[in-house]
């Protein structure tokens, strides 16, 4: 038996019922992630960072050479809040990451907690670190710029 041919209406509830299934799983996709929370590569870039600047410091306080970038990998977030960095919006995130320094065989599991604030046009985002500060002050902040990539606007 010949299936019977298509009429126009037919044809257009089948793409409209086929675009509904497609927008019903983009929106579950997309609700899985909070609004405004970093991407992944932010992520990634801001643990590097803050490895680096510690390692920095290190390195001069013993007169030491920084080895350079660290490879960054594997990381699993526990537990991610919004909050106000200063005047603008950012995250506190924790959880685990790998990594290792240039030359070294040997990669590394860590606990990390991470600050990041958000841009103020949206479109780009620092490491913020607390700034020791008395209790009875508003928290201060320092903030390091990190690299601005089109797929870092999340």
């Not at 603008?88 to 860590?110: N, Q, T």
Request: contains cysteine; glycine residues 10%.
């Amino acid at each position: 038996m010949l299936p019977a041919p298509s009429t126009p209406a037919s044809t257009v509830r089948r793409r409209l019922s086929g675009l509904v299934v497609c927008l019903l799983l983009l929106v579950s996709l997309t609700a899985c992630g909070a609004v405004g929370q970093p991407p992944r590569s932010v992520l990634l870039d801001a643990l590097s960072l803050q490895i680096e600047l510690t390692q920095g410091a290190i390195a001069q306080a013993l007169q030491l050479e920084s080895t350079g970038q660290p490879e960054v990998s594997r990381v699993r977030v526990d537990s991610q809040e919004p909050l106000a960095i200063g005047e603008a919006r950012g995250w506190h995130l924790s959880g685990r990451f790998d990594w290792r320094l240039p030359g070294d065989p040997i990669r590394v599991d860590s606990p990390f907690e991470i600050y990041l604030q958000r841009g103020t046009r949206g479109q780009s985002w620092r490491l913020a670190r607390p700034s020791h500060s008395g209790s009875a002050e508003p928290q201060l902040w320092i903030t390091d710029p990190l690299p601005f990539a089109p797929g870092h606007s999340g």
